[in-house]
């Protein structure tokens, strides 16, 4: 059930963009995003529904393709900040508290 | 708001013995879910509870149990540790049991088993 990444790695220079690639062998009725940086908790990015519906934070931009089972996260013009691993999350059920995550993105971004 | 907070930060146990973690998720927070995460695994869940009832169970042996108060503060607990125990275990909280939700998670519990 765990829902698999790529790439497993990418470091990139500021300002440049970056695609996280997630995909379920399962249908999947929601897509959750989360960044975790070195020592830290993981913190809520984004949420993708079924249909369309989306929340999250302005700045990130992610896409949902239910047939292909996969979603996206788009960073664009990277920041040093965007630094961290990256992770996306299914929901075992359909509500949201019940997160399998995938193996995750550890995205480095340098001057 | 203060965020979630989790406690001891840091144990060291052998193998054998049991531990106890806890977790107090943001006021109003009626969920709270665990989470495994080592190097090899990555974040595995590990239960969901919700207005004291587990609502889901991951795919993790029977020494690992939890409990939701009346407060919402929950508890983890492993018994018989072994030496694959030693992880970073995190909990998460958030409002209710909603497909919108965003989780809040907690700075963990460092568990070293030796």
């Known amino acids: 059930q765990q829902p698999v990444q790529s790439p497993q790695a990418v470091i990139l220079r500021e300002g440049e963009d970056a695609v996280i690639n997630c995909s379920s062998s399962k249908a999947l009725y929601s897509v959750h995003w989360y960044r975790q940086k070195h020592g830290e908790a993981p913190v809520f990015l984004m949420i993708?529904?079924?249909?369309?519906e989306q929340k999250g934070h302005d700045k990130i931009s992610a896409s949902f393709n239910e047939k292909k089972q996969q979603s996206s996260l788009y960073l664009t013009a990277s920041q040093l900040s965007y630094s961290g691993t990256y992770f996306c999350g299914t929901p075992k059920g359909t509500g949201a508290n019940n997160l399998f995550f995938g193996t995750g993105t550890r995205l480095t971004v340098i001057p | 708001k203060a965020g979630v907070t989790q406690t001891p930060r840091y144990l060291i146990k052998t193998r054998g013995q049991q531990v106890t973690l806890s977790c107090s998720p943001i006021?109003?927070?009626?969920?709270v879910s665990w989470y495994q995460q080592t190097p090899g695994q990555g974040l595995q869940f590990l239960f969901e509870?919700?207005?004291?009832?587990?609502?889901n169970k991951g795919n993790f042996p029977g020494r690992f149990s939890g409990r939701q108060f009346s407060n919402s503060r929950s508890e983890m607990n492993v018994s018989t540790l072994e030496l694959g125990d030693s992880a970073l275990y995190l909990c998460a909280s958030s409002p209710r049991d909603s497909v919108y939700n965003e989780q809040f998670f907690g700075p963990g519990t460092r568990l070293t088993v030796l």
């Open positions: 006021s109003g927070h009626r969920s």
């Open positions: 993708l529904l079924k249909g369309g």
């Open positions: 509870y919700f207005s004291e009832t587990q609502r």
